[in-house]
């Protein structure tokens, strides 16, 4: 029954240590992000305050989903630093319990929170982030998506009424219904290239793309200029925001489906396949930031060394970020399994955390 309680007890202090850590860090991120929004703004004569806010409020929850393990690893070393500061981590282990049993509760809500981050709090996040992108248009006009950070910008495969054509565009808004800097390439019904055309914009409209000031180069003729010109397609608006989303913008639940979409459409999902197995391993990334944080935070208070473990278990938490960051560009240049690159920072962190514990409670 004591063991129970010390459990249940253990569980909330690590859940408020950790809900504590996640806000102050919000309102952190949510202040400095609106202060660069008024910056920007200062050159948009009459430019909303309210709008800004919610530009940064929806903007910051998608950044806090990447700060996540980072609140956890900081959440559980303050409440175990907290618990041995005041001796009732001396009172646990005279009670019997063992070094596995004090940190099963924080694993377990670690897991739940995981769990609940994947489930829930992604496809919030990724619709936040997306009515950020519309007030942030409406406020200072065209403005570049994730699509930018691509040196050739994104591709995607279309058929038309006399053929197929393959369109790139550098920008986009609203997931891909209004694009910028455009290149179509168009082929005939035996698949044979037909013709280039450049334009500076396009919008979807029912059955076709319209763009605005367009040029068309065909074999043997000379370019052609047009302030509107329409290129037949059988893309939809959700195909065409499935074709164009960044993976980090789309929601989990959503996530199936675009990866076969755009396998459908012969362009490498890598990117989409990543990102879904990061949501799925998240609670167990979670799990292993307890054990981290335990490896270095579980010893008895009076025996000193504070500030160098906390900036060993700060060091071990970046460590593992930079992993991840490295296993991730391997895999979105395909030379690395989407599934291996996603699971091998939670290996490498868990075990190393697990080895440590081990060697300290059982010699």
């Not at 929004?37 to 009459?46: G, L, Q, T």
């Not at 063992?98 to 099963?104: L, R, Y």
């Amino acid at each position: 029954m004591s063991s129970k309680t010390l459990s249940r007890y253990f569980a909330w202090r690590f859940f408020v240590a950790v809900v504590a850590v996640f806000a102050g860090v919000f309102i952190l991120v949510a202040f400095v992000d609106y202060i660069d929004a008024m910056r920007k703004a200062s050159d948009v004569p009459n430019a909303p305050v309210s709008d800004l806010v919610l530009m940064s409020f929806y903007r910051v929850p998608q950044i806090m989903e990447r700060l996540l393990p980072f609140s956890v690893l900081v959440g559980a070393m303050v409440c175990f630093f907290g618990l041995s500061r005041r001796m009732e981590l001396v009172v646990a282990r005279g009670a019997g319990m063992s070094v596995w049993q004090i940190i099963a509760p924080a694993m377990l809500v670690a897991l739940v929170l995981g769990a609940v981050g994947t489930m829930i709090y992604n496809p919030l996040s990724a619709s936040l982030r997306e009515a950020s992108k519309r007030i942030e248009s409406k406020i200072f006009g065209q403005t570049p998506t994730a699509l930018e950070g691509y040196d050739s910008g994104y591709w995607v495969r279309q058929r038309g009424v006399d053929g197929e054509s393959i369109l790139n565009a550098r920008q986009s808004r609203e997931q891909g219904l209004k694009l910028t800097t455009i290149t179509i390439f168009m082929f005939n019904s035996a698949g044979e290239f037909k013709e280039r055309i450049e334009a500076q914009q396009a919008e979807l409209q029912p059955g076709a793309w319209q763009l605005t000031h367009a040029r068309i180069f065909a074999l043997n003729t000379p370019p052609q200029e047009f302030d509107t010109y329409l290129v037949p397609t059988k893309l939809t608006r959700e195909q065409v925001a499935e074709s164009f989303a960044a993976p980090d913008t789309v929601g989990f639940w959503h996530l199936p489906t675009y990866i076969r979409f755009v396998e459908d459409s012969g362009i490498a999902a890598a990117g989409y396949r990543l990102q879904y197995q990061i949501l799925i391993a998240r609670p167990f990334l979670l799990a292993a930031m307890i054990l981290l944080a335990a490896s270095v935070s579980l010893r008895a208070f009076r025996f000193g060394g504070v500030p160098q473990r906390i900036l060993l278990g700060v060091a071990a938490g970046f460590g593992i970020y930079v992993l991840s960051k490295v296993t991730e560009d391997l895999s979105k240049a395909e030379l690395l399994y989407p599934l291996l690159a996603a699971w091998l920072p939670i290996v490498a962190g868990g075990l190393s955390g697990f080895l440590v514990l081990l060697h300290e409670e059982d010699g």
